[in-house]
C-alpha cells in the first residue's frame, strides 16, 4: 500500500524542487532556493495560480507566496526609524528574504504529521545585502505541512543579536481567482491608504469595502488593509 503522504525532492531545470503529496487530494511545491517559495497548491482544484515553471523562474517574487519579512509592504522613502536612529533600505518594498536562497533543514511525512518542508535562513549569511542595511541579526524557520488536504504555514522568527530588533511579517499569496464565489472578512475598520502607504487614518467599512456577509467577487476589485476583526467564540478570527 502506497503512503499517503510523500515529500519528493526533484531537479528542476537547474532548481532543487520539494513536493509535498496528501495521496491525489492535494499537492504543493517549494522551492527553497527563490525565497522559499511554495509557488504550486492544488486541492481538487488549483489554489494558487498556476503557472509554467519557466515563467516562474523569470520572476520567482511575482507568483506563488513570496514570505516578507522583516517588513511587508512599503516604507515610505525607503526608510524607517527606530530606537531614534534612522535606516536606509534598499528594496525597499516586502523585505529582505523573498528573493534570497534558504536552507533545507528537515523534511517528513507520517500519517500524524502529514507531509512537510522545514527550512531557515539567516541574516548572518547576508551580511552585505541584509546587515549592512538592517543591523539586526535574525534566523527565519519556515515549516510548511500538508495534512488533511490542507496547506499550514508556521513561522518562526528568532532575534539573535544582542539588542532589540523591529519586525513585520506578511505573505503575499498569489490566489487563483476562481470563476465564481464569495469572499467574507469579518472586520469593522479598514485602512486609509495613500500611495499603497496607511496614512494612519482608520475608517469604517462602507460600501463595496464592507465585507462582513459574504459578497459576490465578482463585483470586487480591493488592495485594501482591514482591521478591528470580530472574533469567534473560541477568539479566532
Request: without cysteine; proline residues 8%.
Amino acid at each position: 500500500m502506497e503512503p499517503r503522504y510523500v515529500v519528493h525532492a526533484v531537479h528542476r531545470e537547474g532548481v532543487d524542487v520539494f513536493l509535498l503529496e496528501d495521496g491525489t487530494r492535494a499537492q504543493a511545491e517549494i522551492a527553497p532556493a527563490l525565497g522559499n517559495n511554495l509557488f504550486a497548491y492544488s486541492a481538487g482544484l488549483p489554489v494558487i495560480e498556476p503557472i509554467a515553471f519557466a515563467d516562474f523562474l523569470k520572476k520567482p517574487t511575482s507568483f506563488g507566496i513570496p514570505l516578507l519579512f522583516p517588513f511587508p509592504n512599503r516604507l515610505r522613502d525607503g526608510a524607517f526609524t527606530f530606537q531614534a536612529k534612522r535606516y536606509q533600505v534598499n528594496p525597499p518594498r516586502h523585505g529582505f528574504v523573498r528573493d534570497k536562497a534558504w536552507r533545507v533543514i528537515d523534511t517528513g511525512a507520517s500519517v500524524s504529521e502529514g507531509a512537510w518542508i522545514l527550512s531557515e535562513i539567516k541574516a548572518e549569511d547576508y551580511p552585505t545585502e541584509i546587515l549592512n542595511q538592517f543591523p539586526f541579526p535574525f534566523t527565519l524557520r519556515t515549516t510548511y505541512r500538508l495534512r488533511e488536504a490542507a496547506l499550514e504555514i508556521q513561522v518562526v522568527a528568532e532575534n539573535t543579536g544582542s539588542g532589540d530588533m523591529p519586525v513585520g511579517f506578511g505573505i503575499h499569496p498569489y490566489f487563483r481567482r476562481p470563476g465564481r464565489g464569495t469572499v467574507q472578512v469579518p472586520a469593522r475598520k479598514r485602512w486609509e491608504l495613500s500611495e499603497s502607504l496607511p496614512t494612519g487614518n482608520r475608517l469604517d467599512v462602507t460600501g463595496p469595502f464592507d465585507l462582513r456577509q459574504p459578497t459576490d467577487i465578482a463585483a470586487l476589485n480591493l488592495d485594501d488593509i482591514y482591521a478591528d476583526a470580530i472574533a469567534d467564540e473560541d477568539g479566532l478570527v
